[in-house]
């Protein structure tokens, strides 16, 4: 594997970010069954706009895996101050996501513990994510990190 490092992502990544959060019919089935190269101009803006309020705001944090140059894989990282566990920050892992011809390579696993470490030098004390229930494969993935299936999550459509 060549070297991958992991940065926040800048805004020529995004291309590339779409095509990976849309690379599985689970993905595709929330987004209407589209690709990023046949979205509309307003989902066009939106994508931009939302890009623009991750980058400026410090709690968030766009993530993506450079492999060579190329990015091979994304996160983003929210960070979020809490009244419980006695008033710690907690981080929240979502879109986490490598490319189909990286998996399985350790990419994920290192972007993971990456993640992590950001979370503890920013005084975390937990972290969280939540994962599509049809995900067997990234439960097992997550499983063998250490995270635990502590909670049922819920979510709805606005």
């Not at 849309?22 to 939106?46: F, H, L, Q, W």
């Not at 011809?101 to 939540?130: F, H, I, K, P, Y």
Request: proline share 3%; glycine share 8%.
């Amino acid at each position: 594997m060549a070297q991958v490092i992991f940065r926040i992502a800048t805004r020529a990544d995004v291309p590339a970010i779409l095509d990976l959060l849309t690379n599985d019919e689970i993905a595709r089935s929330r987004a209407g069954g589209g690709s990023p190269a046949a979205t509309s101009e307003e989902v066009d803006a939106a994508v931009w706009a939302a890009f623009e309020q991750i980058d400026a705001d410090p709690r968030n944090e766009l993530i993506v895996a450079d492999e060579d140059g190329e990015v091979v894989g994304t996160c983003q990282l929210t960070f979020t101050p809490s009244l419980s566990r006695g008033g710690t920050d907690r981080m929240t892992i979502e879109a986490v996501r490598v490319r189909t011809d990286r998996r399985g390579r350790g990419v994920g696993r290192a972007m993971m513990l990456w993640s992590l470490g950001r979370a503890r030098e920013r005084g975390c004390r937990l972290a969280q994510l939540t994962t599509d229930k049809r995900r067997t494969d990234a439960h097992r993935f997550y499983s063998a990190l250490g995270f635990e299936p502590s909670h049922e999550g819920f979510k709805m459509a606005l």
